[in-house]
């Protein structure tokens, strides 16, 4: 079997909180602002009409941000749209539940974030996959797994139930 992909490149967020988000990625996780546009940037974009014609009005808006969580590997934020609704609560629909950091000492990411004031949601423990993990939830609400492999980890070992 041939593995098509090399990582996951991003995820992306719609936010109507962008400072904070901002401010949690960065100063409390310590992802590196990498890209930050501007509509401006579509101002002489004629194969972008929609994105043209905010441009004319806000050229200073943001249109979206890329925070580098690890090399190449980015959380993308765009600001609210709208007519965009409220933020679901978790694992309430199909689809988009959480993501998750992989560290090499989760004790210690635990100190740091802590450190940080970043509120620890649940304690350290080892899933059901071998793996350890604990939770956070930044500004928005979306929920953040940080997990460290172990000997015995399924997602290194491979693990299919019968």
Not at 76 to 89: A, D, R, V
Not at 100 to 119: A, H, M, P, Q
Request: aromatic share 12%; charged share 25%.
């Amino acid at each position: 079997l041939i593995m098509l992909f090399k990582s996951i490149m991003h995820i992306a967020f719609f936010t109507d909180n962008m400072d904070e988000m901002l401010d949690f990625y960065q100063n409390k996780l310590g992802a590196k602002l990498k890209v930050l546009i501007r509509y401006k940037e579509y101002l002489h974009r004629n194969d972008r009409p929609e994105h043209q014609k905010i441009a004319m009005i806000y050229p200073d808006k943001i249109f979206n941000v890329y925070l580098e969580i690890a090399p190449k590997q980015f959380l993308e934020l765009f600001p609210k749209s709208e007519n965009q609704g409220e933020h679901i609560i978790f694992n309430e629909c199909l689809g988009y539940s959480h993501f998750s950091l992989l560290v090499e000492d989760i004790y210690e990411v635990k100190r740091y974030l802590t450190d940080k004031g970043v509120n620890i949601d649940t304690e350290i423990t080892k899933g059901p996959s071998e793996t350890y993990q604990m939770w956070i939830t930044d500004p928005d609400n979306n929920r953040i797994e940080i997990m460290q492999f172990t000997d015995r980890s399924y997602q290194v070992l491979g693990k299919i139930s019968d």
